[in-house]
Nanobody, 122 residues
Framework: QVQLAESGGGLVQAGGSLRLSCAAS???????MGWFRQAPGMEREFVST???????YYADSVKDRFTISTNNAKSTVYLQMNSLKPEDTAVYYC?????????????????WGQGTQVHVSS
């Protein structure tokens, strides 16, 4: 059973930055990792994905502001969030998919972390 542990959330002013981390207890070859977020009263939405080969994908709402990356072992994924806006406020979830391709559909992701809260004040 893969376990994912997020960290790095917190409170930041608009325009500021945060870096989220997600450590996977194990990660097989040809899997993808990603970040989703869920604001109060909203459905969980896709933020970003990185494939095993390092191809990256972003939601339009975060493109050019957020950057996804991994460590050399590909067991930890990071989300660098710059120029944060109040509308970025949400619980951010790390996820792992047992296929090496992106998907915005939460049902196609197999493992989830517990989430980390990000609050951006105006």
């Amino acid at each position: 059973q893969v376990q994912l542990a997020e960290s790095g959330g917190g409170l930041v002013q608009a325009g500021g930055s945060l870096r989220l981390s997600c450590a996977a207890s194990e990660r097989a070859f040809n899997t993808a990792m990603g970040w989703f977020r869920q604001a109060p009263g909203m459905e969980r939405e896709f933020v970003s994905t990185i494939t095993w080969l390092g191809h990256t994908y972003y939601a339009d709402s975060v493109k050019d502001r957020f950057t996804i990356s991994t460590n050399n072992a590909k067991s930890t994924v990071y989300l660098q969030m710059n120029s944060l806006k109040p509308e970025d406020t949400a619980v951010y979830y790390c996820a792992l998919r047992l296929r090496d391709s992106p998907s915005p559909d939460t049902s196609e992701w197999h493992y989830w972390g517990q989430g980390t809260q990000v609050h951006v004040s105006s």
